[in-house]
């Protein structure tokens, strides 16, 4: 019962946000996109939590997909989905690879190598120039399928939308499913 609210209540959400994403000025919008980046971390740092880790480098993934996102962006691949599907797989298998390292620490052992994993990344691309250093990359306005909107600021953040939505159902997904109740589980024994 509890999901099926859930489902209904994000759908509604999503659909309104969406709709009024084309009728509020660019700097709402702005700050619109800045909410659901910011909730996004919030809500994989809940994912976290629930499994009885806390993690302090969790900006390590956010910033290995936005320059992935960048460095494919100058190899010319400009498409939205591709971009996004590239860039998440590509820090899943960051993600995987630091997770077999870090897998039997907790507290604040694997809060602290999270973060130092986080400031070896930061470290790296603040002394390397051609990445940007400290000012990063320009990326140009992505395509939806080879359709590149006329208005870059309405149309470019629905698709934003769409993701925020499916990340406010993950979370409910994956501790109702069998792997999230092993990891409540195991987060409460403290083992």
């Not at 209904?8 to 700097?27: Q, S």
């Not at 995987?96 to 990344?121: D, E, H, K, P, Q």
């Amino acid at each position: 019962m509890w999901a099926d609210r859930t489902i209904v209540g994000v759908t509604i959400g999503v659909v309104l946000i969406a709709v009024a994403n084309f009728l509020v000025p660019d700097w709402i919008r702005q700050i619109g996109l800045l909410s659901m980046a910011i909730g996004s971390v919030a809500l994989g740092l809940l994912v976290l939590w629930r499994s009885g880790l806390i993690s302090f480098g969790h900006a390590l993934f956010y910033g290995f997909s936005a320059y992935g996102v960048a460095l494919l962006n100058y190899l010319g691949i400009r498409d939205a989905f591709v971009l996004v599907i590239v860039s998440a797989a590509a820090s899943g298998l960051l993600a995987w690879g630091l997770g077999f390292l870090v897998r039997r620490y907790r507290a604040i052992f694997f809060a602290l190598l999270t973060m130092a994993f986080s400031m070896i990344l930061y470290g790296v691309l603040a002394k390397t120039e051609r990445f940007g250093s400290t000012d990063g990359l320009n990326v140009h306005p992505p395509t939806f399928l080879g359709y590149a909107p006329g208005r870059p600021g309405s149309a470019n953040h629905t698709v934003p939308v769409l993701f925020a939505g499916d990340l406010c159902l993950d979370p409910g997904r994956t501790t109702l499913s069998g792997f999230g109740s092993g990891a409540n589980d195991h987060g409460r024994s403290g083992k």
